[in-house]
């Protein structure tokens, strides 16, 4: 099994920065996408960021240029620097990890986490 912990969820107002921390764990062979999705309440979760094991990365045209996705592999920990937030970028966000482990007999699978509160303030 695997499981993810968000944190660095909270309130902040526009123009202000946030750092939201993932951090995986359990019987994991081998990670190899991590990423950060974000949901609104009656809105489709759409994906924001995501970096593969080679530190590849993708964005949404929505947050490119203000957010920057990392992963510490040593750590099994994704993150995702929030700069110039904006109002629109209100929503919960959620770490997804596709990751192999013993449970999944060394097949991928997708993970996610438990979700952290991002509010921007006018």
């Known amino acids: 099994q695997v499981q993810l912990v968000e944190s660095g969820g909270g309130l902040v107002q526009a123009g202000g920065s946030l750092r939201l921390s993932c951090a995986a764990s359990?019987?994991?062979?081998?990670?190899?996408?991590m990423g950060w999705y974000r949901q609104v309440p009656g809105k489709q979760r759409e994906l924001v960021a995501h970096i593969t094991s080679g530190g590849k990365v993708n964005y949404a045209d929505s947050v490119k240029g203000r957010f920057i996705i990392s992963r510490d592999n040593a750590k099994n920990t994704v993150y995702l620097q929030m700069n110039s937030l904006k109002p629109d970028d209100t929503a919960a966000y959620y770490c997804?990890?596709?990751?192999?482990?013993?449970?999944?007999?060394?097949?991928?699978?997708?993970?996610w986490g438990q979700g952290t509160q991002v509010t921007v303030s006018s």
């Open positions: 997804n990890v596709e990751a192999s482990s013993l449970g999944s007999y060394y097949q991928l699978f997708d993970y």
């Open positions: 359990g019987s994991i062979i081998s990670i190899n996408i």
